[in-house]
């Protein structure tokens, strides 16, 4: 059964700090590696990575993926009480996504 | 992600009765899967539908549950005889591309918040 372990469950950090949210991975027929962010209601895409070593960046986000080891880390920096959030790491293989339980990212003035 | 459309965003069933849940996919997408969401979990995978055909049931529970996609209209999620425990956030995604493809990323849609009482 294809499994997505997410660590750590949840976080609480300052204004300012750079978070590192992991993501381990075991499937079959991997497709693609997905991040979305989480507010109560439905998940946001981040990003999708598919190829290892090549970093991902959005603003203070970024997020790389080696399939050697079979991970991911999402990085936040300069994090902002907006931040607070679950973030979900997702595999895409074959026909459906297998979603990891979540990182509760607390971000706090 | 706003184009995944799901409805109702909130339903409230007792015990024994039906909950019918809608969604309509994004524009141009003609992939639908469902997801649900229990408190305190992540989010598990259902069902994976193209139009007229269940190209993936696997996560869908054996008994009262079922989904559809039909040729017009939006997608179908039903639960009947709902229990407690089928309360929980039901999510809608969509994606443009056939299984396989890793180029297309899947949006989800505001979800349904099932409460049975």
Redesign the interface.
């Known amino acids: 059964e294809d499994k997505v372990v997410q660590s750590p469950l949840s976080l609480v950090v300052h204004e300012g700090d750079t978070v590192t949210l992991n993501c381990s991975y075991e499937v079959t027929n991997f497709r693609s590696l997905l991040w979305y962010k989480q507010e109560k209601k439905a998940p946001t895409f981040l990003f999708m990575l598919t190829s290892s070593g090549i970093e991902k960046k959005s603003g203070r986000l970024s997020s790389i993926l080696d399939k050697k080891e079979l991970f991911s880390i999402l990085n936040i920096t300069a994090t902002q009480t907006g931040d607070s959030a679950v973030y979900l790491c997702a595999v895409r293989a074959n026909s459906k996504l297998t979603f990891g339980k979540g990182i509760t990212l607390s971000v706090r003035p | 992600?706003a184009g995944?459309m799901q409805n109702p965003r909130h339903l409230v069933r007792r015990r024994g009765q039906e909950a019918r849940l809608r969604c309509s996919p994004m524009k141009g997408h003609s992939h639908v899967?469902w997801?649900r969401q229990l408190p305190e979990?992540?989010?598990?995978?259902m069902v994976?539908l193209q139009k007229e055909n269940i190209?993936?049931e696997?996560?869908m529970p054996k008994e009262r549950f079922s989904a559809e996609f039909p040729k017009e209209g939006p997608s179908i999620l039903r639960i009947q005889q709902v229990v407690r425990g089928d309360s929980a956030a039901y999510?809608c995604?969509s994606s443009p591309l056939v299984?396989?493809?890793?180029?297309n990323?899947?949006?989800?849609?505001?979800?349904s918040w099932l409460t049975v009482v």
């Open positions: 992600n995944v899967y997801y979990e992540g989010l598990k995978f994976y190209i993936d696997s996560g999510f995604a299984q396989g493809a890793s180029g990323t899947i949006y989800f849609g505001e979800g």
